[in-house]
Nanobody
Framework: QVQLVESGGGLVQAGGSLRLSCAASGTIFSIPAMGWYRQAPGKQRELVASITSGGSTVYADSVEGRFTISKTNAKNTVVLQMNSLKREDTAVYYC?????????WGQGTQVTVSS
């Protein structure tokens, strides 16, 4: 059973930076695709960024140029570097791993951006 554990959320002022990390356990194989989603109060969960084992990335338009996703295949870890944070980035951020035709989710980590 794959488990994802996130770390790195917190409170930051607008314009600041945060780094989210996610480590997967429960498999010795590289997870083909990992990413980050977020859910703000009253809104649907949305894709923030994703990355494949080959290094292909996808970003939401709202974070393009400010966020960077990276993955370490050997350790099945994924990192989201968030710069120039805005109040609208406030949400619970969830790590996602797509493996053997299933989606796995972390427990979520809160990111709060104050003005």
């Amino acid at each position: 059973q794959v488990q994802l554990v996130e770390s790195g959320g917190g409170l930051v002022q607008a314009g600041g930076s945060l780094r989210l990390s996610c480590a997967a356990s429960g498999t010795i194989f590289s997870i083909p695709a990992m990413g980050w989603y977020r859910q703000a109060p009253g809104k649907q969960r949305e894709l923030v960024a994703s990355i494949t084992s080959g290094g292909s990335t996808v970003y939401a338009d709202s974070v393009e140029g400010r966020f960077t996703i990276s993955k370490t295949n050997a350790k099945n870890t994924v990192v989201l570097q968030m710069n120039s944070l805005k109040r609208e980035d406030t949400a619970v951020y969830y790590c996602n791993g797509h493996y053997t035709n299933r989606d796995y989710w972390g427990q979520g980590t809160q990111v709060t951006v104050s003005s």
